[in-house]
């Protein structure tokens, strides 16, 4: 193994050095399952490390899950069996994820924006400027974190939100799921643990399993995750990162309360961990409160803050941005040129122009009072039709609404499917479970909706309640 290296001034240990090296080669395959690894003494000569290093690494990898000891024996390599629990064919359909053929269905499935609401005047005429500006350079390579005037942009974007950063801590992405995916691929490692609220949205998780890490879930509550839990999670574990959407959390709709903002993050400070913080909704707040995302409490470069586009503006786009901590960013760009090497060039030069005129302000402006008149209608319908049958907390913004069935005996997913037999799509919280098939929840997203539609669905999903109890 001579190409594993030792930086002797760095702070991580050296028998972890060694270990993430093994590591790496187990999971990537150079290092075939139920291969013995070096023995003890050997490997120390030849790195020049004492024998307790080679003890302390091996001991690492199996703690990790990547190696396990025969006695008397040695030290081998894992089979590594990473288990994605598989989302059903039919729980896809329910969630919209496919075309099907009820082409007029009511679909509270569909958490997208309508295309009628897209500023497409206003973008024709920003790539036509970019044209006659840029040339043919409005095509060409553009730097692997993203074009530099965009992410001056986005700094004196995020101001508003209360979050201090400069464009060297800013990464361009091409969507929030990208993301997601750049972090994992630069943090995670097999056998590493993650943090994630329980329920959550799956695409992370997925990104997550991807890279052979163990997810662990702990359940939301009504201002946010569950702390106590965490705390004793916390104790036992040491994770990478801990997942979090601190406003209209995907799916609950939970928004976290200030103090448990804080306290997350002095726990991140106490365990010497990151957090990802997801933000694609905080712009649908329909309250008087400011929104005060995670990263702008972060004093101490905890946060890993990505912020998607889609919802508010087009998410065909497919841009977005992450703020990184310092120790994180180049890891993160190295991640990015993997994926696709830069987001588009063109669309980022068209979008800078855009998030500095006032046709960005005026466009949140329509869509947040757009949504606010179909949430406050969506809830009196609700509360009219649905009470009798599920319980839900009014959360204040976003999209969607996170229902309760009241009896537990009914299944949530088998009421989706005659939900469809009544051309109604909705979905099932199954979906977003990280450790169990369904959930006696469903969520109803009412941004593709207008009123007319929301009123029918709801009655009609009033009914098939009625017929099931």
């Known amino acids: 193994m001579t190409n594993i290296t030792i930086d ?5 240990p050296a028998y972890q050095q060694i270990g993430d090296q093994i590591g790496a080669m187990i999971s990537d395959g150079r290092i075939a399952a139920d291969t013995k690894l070096p023995p003890i003494r050997a490997l120390a000569s030849e790195l020049g490390v004492s ?5 302390g690494a091996y001991r690492y990898l199996e703690q990790k899950k990547l190696a396990y000891a025969r006695i008397g024996s040695g030290t081998y390599a894992t089979e590594l069996l990473h288990k994605i629990r598989p989302i059903p064919a039919d729980i896809n359909r329910h969630a919209g994820e496919q075309e099907f053929e009820l082409k007029d269905a009511i679909n509270f499935a569909n958490s997208s924006t309508p295309a009628e609401l897209f500023p497409i005047a206003e973008f024709k005429k920003l790539f036509n400027q970019v044209l006659d500006r840029d040339k043919g350079n409005a095509f060409s390579y553009t730097d692997i974190q993203g074009y530099e005037p965009l992410r001056e942009a986005v700094c004196g974007y995020l101001e508003g939100y209360g979050i201090k950063s400069d464009a060297e801590k800013v990464q361009i992405i091409s969507g929030a799921q990208q ?11 097999a056998g590493d643990v993650v943090f994630v609220e329980n329920p959550t949205y799956y695409g992370a998780v997925g990104a997550f399993l991807s890279r052979g890490a163990q997810v662990i879930p702990v359940n939301m509550q009504k201002d946010g995750i569950d702390l106590d839990r965490l705390r004793g999670l916390l104790k036992l574990y040491r994770p990478k990162f801990i997942y979090v959407m601190t406003y209209f959390q995907t799916p609950t709709c939970v928004s976290y309360s200030m103090a448990k ?4 993050l002095e726990l991140a400070a106490q365990y010497d961990t990151y957090i990802i913080e997801e933000d694609n909704q905080s712009e649908f707040n329909y309250g008087t409160g400011r929104v005060t995302p995670l990263k702008s409490l972060d004093h101490r470069n905890r946060v890993i803050y990505i912020k998607s586009f889609s919802k508010i503006l087009m998410p065909g786009l497919r841009i977005g941005f992450m703020v990184l901590p310092k120790k994180v960013g180049q890891q993160a760009a190295a991640a990015k040129h993997t994926s696709d090497i830069y987001t588009s060039g063109f669309t980022q030069r068209a979008f800078e122009l855009y998030l500095r005129s006032e046709h960005w302000q005026r466009h949140t402006e329509m869509m947040r009072r757009t949504f606010m008149e179909r949430y406050e209608f969506f809830i009196k319908q609700a509360d009219a039709y649905l009470r009798p049958y599920v319980k839900y907390t009014k959360p204040g913004g976003g999209l969607s609404l996170w229902l309760e069935l009241r009896n537990k005996e009914l299944s949530a997913r088998d009421i989706c499917g005659r939900l469809l037999e009544e051309r109604v799509v909705a979905t099932p919280g199954a979906v977003f479970s990280t450790d169990e098939y369904d959930l006696p929840f469903l969520r109803l997203s ?7 539609k929301i009123r029918q669905g709801i009655k009609t999903i009033a009914k098939v309640f009625k017929e099931q109890s």
């Open 446 to 452: 009412f941004a593709d909706l207008e009123c007319e």
């Open 51 to 55: 024998n307790i290093t080679i003890v």
């Open 179 to 189: 993301g997601v995916d750049i972090i994992s691929k630069a943090l995670l490692m």
């Open 8 to 12: 002797k001034s760095s702070s991580i």
């Open 261 to 264: 903002k804080r306290t997350l």
